[in-house]
């Protein structure tokens, strides 16, 4: 199982899709799907976003971790690295996850970094209780 990462910047909504493989049909088809034309898609060296990217009416900017952490315009992937140490680690606390429990680990990681993460003990009680309503009445 390949996942692929998104996180839009400004907002810092994430966004995961499982995907069979990482060849250029395959995310090409993934871009169009999640990618706003006219975006700016920062990419590692992985060899089938260029020609992937290509397609989607974006820029795109490649980081090269080999020679740095910056592209030559300045770009960074910090972002979504730092997203992927923080999945890896919860991964990890759970000793790993079941392939047929992935995508629902995949939700609740969202949940708990979108909604949880920059709040207090009292809003987390109430959305904790807004959930537990949710899911029983």
């Known amino acids: 199982t390949w996942l692929v990462g998104f996180i839009e910047v400004k907002s810092g909504k994430i966004r995961f899709e499982n995907v069979p493989d990482r060849c250029i049909e395959t995310i090409k088809v993934l871009i169009k799907r999640t990618v706003k034309k006219g975006s700016v898609i920062i990419t590692d060296g992985h060899a089938s976003y260029p020609q992937s990217v290509k397609f989607a009416d974006c820029s795109h900017f ?8 910056k592209s ?8 979504i690295e730092n997203i992927w140490s ?3 680690y919860e991964i990890k606390k759970r000793k790993g996850i079941k392939k047929s429990n992935l995508q ?11 909604n949880i993460r920059y709040q207090t003990t009292d809003e987390l009680r109430i959305c904790w209780n807004q959930i ?3 899911l029983f009445k």
């Open 132 to 134: 537990i309503d949710y």
């Open 86 to 88: 923080m999945l890896k």
């Open 104 to 114: 629902m680990f995949l939700y609740e990681f969202f949940f708990r970094y979108s």
């Open 72 to 79: 030559s315009e300045g770009f960074h992937t910090n972002n």
């Open 62 to 69: 490649v980081v090269n971790h080999s020679k740095g952490f």
